[in-house]
């Protein structure tokens, strides 16, 4: 029993039913606040803050919109500012300042269908060089938007010519650790995995894996890209070290078969990029840790340096929903603590214990 307790544990903290149906939720930073985004029945996109006071959440302001909102980050926003950027099912990009949320303060028509995912860096002092926002549609297109420049995309990212296009489910921003050097990682909905560099304007590395990916994050946004966690449908998600690249081999990886149902969120630990979780398509949440190889590199046949994959360990599980959990956020404040959002239409706020230990 007294080893059972060392471990970490999934506590849900507050339960809240909503009127709606809610795609994502994120902390606002430096706060004890966080909003949940979605769509109302009758088709309309809807901002709800809450508060957390006394164990108890307090609705602060709810924001009625034209068009559901899918998606939305903090990643690109100052910590003064704390505007809230999000993808619509129109395929709108907009930038809300929470205060005065009537009219957006940067909008634009970033896709021709809705935006799936969303990500920012360069705000919150994550990430060297300037703020950016990038955006994965349905539409095949990936795009990296700075709020400083109306109307155009500060990088396109498209297929070529008589390629077929294929529906972006996830994109995520990493490798800024300098002014110069950023990457975005796509996942789509045939299995593929891309690597956009930014700086040199090229395809660094792609590869599939067999089922559609649904969610991909870097331990670190700031760092010399280190690991990649990619999930994907039927329950299966794959680590790659992303130290060392072999020229034929590409970056090594490990995977691991979780859930019995699609993996909708992997997010990492804003205090401990080695401990992550992953949100399941039967409304349970995996907590994991990545340990690391004795060595991280070896020589090839070929003499090349190739990467070693780690292995990663079941901390501990638990299942909060009946339905899936369509989105999951660390607060950056304040470890442990977490908002995870489902279909049964409820957002959660859960406490995970013990994460100094493990």
Known sequence: MSA????????????????????????????????????FARGTGVLQIYEIQQGELQLVREIEKAKPIKCGTFGATSLQQRHL?????????????????ESPVYSVKAHKEIINSIDGVGGLGIGD?????????????????DSRQKDTPVVNMEPMEGETKRDCWTVAF??????????????YDNG???LFDLRNMSLRWETNIKNGVCSVEFDRKDINMNKL???????????FDMRTQHPTKGFASVSEKAHKST?????????NRDIFMTAGGAGNLHLWKYEYPAQRTKKGADDVDMGVAGSVNLLQNVTVSTQPISSLDWSPDKQGLCVCSSFDQSVRVLIVTKLNTV
Not at 129 to 137: F, K, N, Q
Not at 229 to 234: M, Q, Y
């Open 229 to 239: 966690v990619a999930t994907s449908l039927e329950g299966k998600f794959h680590v």
């Open 129 to 145: 060089g300037a703020p950016e926002i990038v955006t994965g549609s349905r539409d095949g297109t990936v795009k990296v938007w």
């Open 85 to 101: 950027a999000t993808g619509d099912f129109d395929g709108s990009l907009n930038v809300w300042n929470l205060e005065v949320p």
């Open 4 to 39: 059972a307790l060392e471990k970490p544990q999934i506590i849900a903290h507050i339960h809240k039913s909503l009127n709606y149906t809610v795609f994502d939720s994120r902390w606002i930073p430096c706060s004890a606040k966080f909003v949940c985004m979605g769509n």
């Open 192 to 194: 593929d995995i891309k």
């Open 174 to 187: 990493g490798h800024a650790f300098n002014d110069q050097d950023r990457c975005v990682c796509a996942g």
């Open 263 to 271: 993996i909708w969120q992997v997010r990492h630990l804003p205090q």
